[in-house]
C-alpha cells in the first residue's frame, strides 16, 4: 500500500506548489466556461478524500462538516475564498494525507460502507477508496493544471 500513498504524496505535492505559485486574485478566478475555480479543485480534493476513507469508513473526518459542504461533489464556489483559508487548505494537504497513512498502517480502517461513485464504480474496502481517491485527485489535478493557464 505505500505506492498508494507515494501517488497521494506526488498528487498533493503538485497541488502545493500550485498554491505556491499563484496569487490570491488567481486561485479565486473563475475563468469563462468554468463552474469553479483553482481553490475549489484543491478543497474539494480535501473533502472528498475525508468522506470516501474517513466517513464511509464510519470514522471522525479532520475537516468539519461546514469544510465538507463547501466543497463537496455538486458544489461550487459562492464566493472569494481569504488567503486564511487558503493557508488552511495548504496544511490540509499535508497533515491529511500524513494522518491517513498512519491510521491506515495503524488498522484503524475496519469497517467500510460500500460506495457507488458517480463514476460507477463501487467502492467496497478502504483499499479501494484510496485507490479510487488518488483516481479522483489526479482528475482535479488535470482540471486546475487547465485552469492555471486561464488565470
Not at 502545493?16 to 469553479?36: A, C, R, T, V, W
Not at 475525508?50 to 463547501?70: A, C, D, H, R, W
Amino acid at each position: 500500500m505505500s505506492s498508494v500513498f507515494d501517488v497521494q504524496k506526488t498528487i498533493r505535492e503538485v497541488l502545493l506548489k500550485i498554491l505556491d505559485n499563484h496569487s490570491l486574485e488567481q486561485l479565486n478566478k473563475i475563468p469563462d466556461g468554468f463552474s469553479n475555480n483553482i481553490i475549489w479543485n484543491i478543497g474539494h480534493c480535501v473533502s472528498s478524500q475525508q468522506l470516501l476513507v474517513y466517513k464511509l469508513s464510519g470514522l471522525p473526518t479532520m475537516v468539519s462538516e461546514e469544510f465538507i459542504n463547501k466543497y463537496r461533489k455538486g458544489t461550487k464556489p459562492e464566493g472569494d475564498v481569504s488567503q486564511a483559508e487558503v493557508d488552511e487548505i495548504r496544511i490540509l494537504l499535508s497533515t491529511t494525507l500524513e494522518k491517513t497513512k498512519n491510521d491506515f498502517e495503524s488498522g484503524l480502517f475496519v469497517d467500510y460502507h460500500e460506495y457507488t461513485t458517480s463514476m460507477g464504480f463501487t467502492l467496497r474496502h478502504i483499499q479501494g477508496a484510496l485507490d479510487f481517491n488518488n483516481y479522483h485527485e489526479g482528475l482535479h489535478t488535470g482540471v486546475v493544471m487547465a485552469l492555471r493557464k486561464l488565470v
